[in-house]
């Protein structure tokens, strides 16, 4: 891996992850909750820390840091779990109408990533942003809040229910920030 790429334990970093083909998964229900599963798992045994956070239909923003700096491997088996749990549910899903789509998109995006493996989840073009100033924290924090708003799913922040502007968010914080 790359130095650019690394993490370390001295800091909060913003960190994106997005569905290959910005395909909007998570608009079903059972699949946000088996990447709130996930993420909660990681905070509870990997040491994940979370400061802010929303989930999109295709793709997932939040501040994190992590005490045993361990943040880049942690980040790495997260979305490599959510990625085989979540295309195993959508094809065990037979409410699932757009099944044979996504799995097709996912398949090509797998057959054209240097992997080369059968399907592709998540985009490999997502990596930690080292927040090293107070502006750069509050720039992200009001970014990942005002994300739903700006694409017109909600009229306040506080209004998405996968976000930590949300008082009843699925996903406990580590503290607000």
């Known amino acids: 891996?790359?130095?650019?790429?690394?993490?370390h334990?001295?800091?909060?970093?913003?960190v994106s992850f997005s569905v290959a083909g910005w395909i909007d998964v998570f608009t079903r229900k059972i699949y946000q909750e088996l990447l709130v599963d996930s993420i909660t798992y990681c905070?509870?045994?990997?040491?994940?820390?979370i400061y802010c956070y929303c989930i999109m239909p295709s793709h997932i923003h939040f501040i994190t840091y992590s005490e045993n700096g361990e943040l880049s491997h942690?980040?790495?088996?997260?979305k490599a779990y959510t990625a085989?749990?979540?295309?195993?549910?959508?094809?065990?899903?037979p409410q699932e109408s757009r099944k044979e789509w996504m799995l097709h998109q996912?398949?090509?995006?797998?057959?054209?990533?240097p992997q080369k493996q059968k399907?592709?989840?998540?985009?490999?073009?997502?990596?930690p942003f080292y927040l090293y100033t107070p502006n750069m924290i509050k720039q992200k924090v009001d970014y990942i809040h005002d994300?739903?708003?700006?694409?017109g799913f909600v009229n306040q922040p506080n209004e998405w229910r996968l976000s930590s502007a949300n008082e009843q968010s699925p996903i406990n914080l580590t503290e607000r920030i």
């Open 1 to 7: 891996m790359s130095e650019k790429y690394k993490t």
């Open 9 to 14: 334990a001295d800091g909060l970093y913003f």
């Open 106 to 113: 996912f398949e090509y995006y797998g057959s054209i990533s």
């Open 84 to 93: 085989k749990q979540i295309l195993k549910a959508i094809e065990e899903n």
């Open 74 to 78: 942690t980040l790495r088996d997260l």
């Open 43 to 49: 905070q509870q045994h990997k040491n994940l820390k």
């Open 119 to 127: 399907y592709q989840f998540w985009k490999h073009d997502n990596h």
């Open 147 to 151: 994300n739903p708003v700006e694409a």
